[in-house]
Protein backbone atom coordinates (compact mmCIF):
# COMPACT_ATOMS: atom_id res chain seq x y z
CA UNK A 1 0.00 0.00 0.00
CA UNK A 2 0.79 3.55 -0.43
CA UNK A 3 -0.15 6.75 1.76
CA UNK A 4 -0.01 10.18 0.33
CA UNK A 5 0.19 13.42 1.78
CA UNK A 6 -0.12 16.39 0.01
CA UNK A 7 1.32 19.81 0.97
CA UNK A 8 1.88 23.22 -0.67
CA UNK A 9 -1.30 24.71 -1.09
CA UNK A 10 -2.38 28.23 -0.51
CA UNK A 11 -3.70 31.59 -1.85
CA UNK A 12 -2.17 33.38 -4.28
CA UNK A 13 -2.58 36.09 -6.91
CA UNK A 14 -3.32 35.19 -10.76
CA UNK A 15 -0.16 34.82 -12.69
CA UNK A 16 1.46 33.61 -9.60
CA UNK A 17 2.84 30.06 -9.07
CA UNK A 18 2.51 27.60 -6.37
CA UNK A 19 4.46 24.44 -6.34
CA UNK A 20 2.82 21.14 -4.56
CA UNK A 21 4.29 18.36 -3.09
CA UNK A 22 3.21 14.68 -2.43
CA UNK A 23 5.14 12.94 -0.15
CA UNK A 24 4.65 8.95 0.17
CA UNK A 25 5.22 6.19 2.43
CA UNK A 26 6.16 2.85 1.80
CA UNK A 27 9.35 1.58 0.20
CA UNK A 28 7.52 0.69 -2.98
CA UNK A 29 7.05 3.46 -4.30
CA UNK A 30 9.32 3.54 -7.08
CA UNK A 31 6.31 0.90 -8.80
CA UNK A 32 3.82 3.13 -8.85
CA UNK A 33 2.52 5.76 -11.33
CA UNK A 34 1.57 9.13 -9.84
CA UNK A 35 -1.03 11.92 -11.04
CA UNK A 36 -2.80 14.65 -10.17
CA UNK A 37 -6.43 15.55 -9.94
CA UNK A 38 -8.19 18.71 -8.70
CA UNK A 39 -12.19 19.40 -7.75
CA UNK A 40 -13.74 22.44 -8.05
CA UNK A 41 -16.84 23.32 -6.16
CA UNK A 42 -19.61 21.49 -7.83
CA UNK A 43 -17.88 20.11 -10.58
CA UNK A 44 -16.42 16.84 -10.87
CA UNK A 45 -12.77 15.67 -10.10
CA UNK A 46 -10.58 16.42 -13.06
CA UNK A 47 -7.27 15.16 -14.48
CA UNK A 48 -4.32 17.24 -14.08
CA UNK A 49 -0.84 15.80 -14.62
CA UNK A 50 0.79 12.37 -14.66
CA UNK A 51 4.00 10.71 -14.49
CA UNK A 52 4.84 7.03 -15.01
CA UNK A 53 7.13 5.12 -12.77
CA UNK A 54 10.29 6.00 -13.69
CA UNK A 55 9.50 10.01 -14.74
CA UNK A 56 10.04 9.67 -18.10
CA UNK A 57 6.93 10.06 -19.56
CA UNK A 58 4.69 13.00 -18.49
CA UNK A 59 1.05 13.88 -19.31
CA UNK A 60 -1.43 16.83 -19.15
CA UNK A 61 -4.45 18.18 -19.21
CA UNK A 62 -4.84 20.60 -22.42
CA UNK A 63 -5.94 23.28 -19.98
CA UNK A 64 -2.50 23.34 -18.17
CA UNK A 65 0.01 22.17 -20.46
CA UNK A 66 2.87 24.67 -20.87
CA UNK A 67 1.88 26.20 -17.15
CA UNK A 68 2.19 23.01 -15.08
CA UNK A 69 5.38 20.48 -14.40
CA UNK A 70 5.10 17.31 -13.27
CA UNK A 71 8.45 15.39 -11.55
CA UNK A 72 9.48 12.97 -9.04
CA UNK A 73 12.20 12.09 -7.10
CA UNK A 74 11.96 8.39 -6.18
CA UNK A 75 14.95 8.68 -4.20
CA UNK A 76 12.90 11.28 -1.65
CA UNK A 77 9.36 9.55 -2.29
CA UNK A 78 7.80 12.69 -3.47
CA UNK A 79 6.41 13.73 -6.15
CA UNK A 80 5.69 17.69 -7.24
CA UNK A 81 3.35 19.76 -9.09
CA UNK A 82 5.14 23.22 -10.46
CA UNK A 83 1.98 25.60 -11.40
CA UNK A 84 3.07 28.63 -13.03
CA UNK A 85 0.67 31.65 -14.36
CA UNK A 86 -2.03 30.75 -12.35
CA UNK A 87 -5.61 31.76 -13.07
CA UNK A 88 -8.92 32.00 -10.82
CA UNK A 89 -9.98 28.30 -12.87
CA UNK A 90 -7.23 26.67 -11.10
CA UNK A 91 -8.36 26.94 -8.04
CA UNK A 92 -9.75 24.09 -6.45
CA UNK A 93 -8.68 21.36 -3.77
CA UNK A 94 -6.01 19.46 -5.69
CA UNK A 95 -4.93 15.06 -4.84
CA UNK A 96 -1.84 13.09 -5.32
CA UNK A 97 -3.04 9.75 -6.50
CA UNK A 98 -1.13 6.56 -7.35
CA UNK A 99 -1.49 3.03 -9.36
CA UNK A 100 0.53 0.39 -11.03
CA UNK A 101 0.71 2.17 -14.41
CA UNK A 102 -0.14 5.86 -15.27
CA UNK A 103 -3.48 6.88 -16.49
CA UNK A 104 -5.32 10.17 -17.16
CA UNK A 105 -8.83 9.09 -15.35
CA UNK A 106 -9.77 9.55 -11.54
CA UNK A 107 -11.55 5.96 -11.13
CA UNK A 108 -8.36 3.73 -12.34
CA UNK A 109 -6.15 4.91 -9.09
CA UNK A 110 -6.27 2.91 -6.12
CA UNK A 111 -4.32 4.95 -3.32
CA UNK A 112 -5.23 8.87 -3.08
CA UNK A 113 -4.25 12.05 -0.49
CA UNK A 114 -6.48 14.08 1.76
CA UNK A 115 -5.57 17.14 -0.81
CA UNK A 116 -4.62 20.44 -0.72
CA UNK A 117 -6.50 23.54 -1.45
CA UNK A 118 -5.46 26.15 -3.77
CA UNK A 119 -6.87 29.46 -4.69
CA UNK A 120 -6.08 31.72 -6.85
CA UNK A 121 -7.53 35.59 -6.47
CA UNK A 122 -7.97 37.63 -9.30
Known amino acids: QVQLVESGGGLVQAGGSLRLACAASGRTFSRYALGWFRQAPGKEREFVAA????????YYADSVKGRFTISRDNAKNTVNLQMNTLTPEDTAVYYCAARLYVATTSHLYDYWGQGTQVTVSS
Open 51 to 58: ISTSGGST
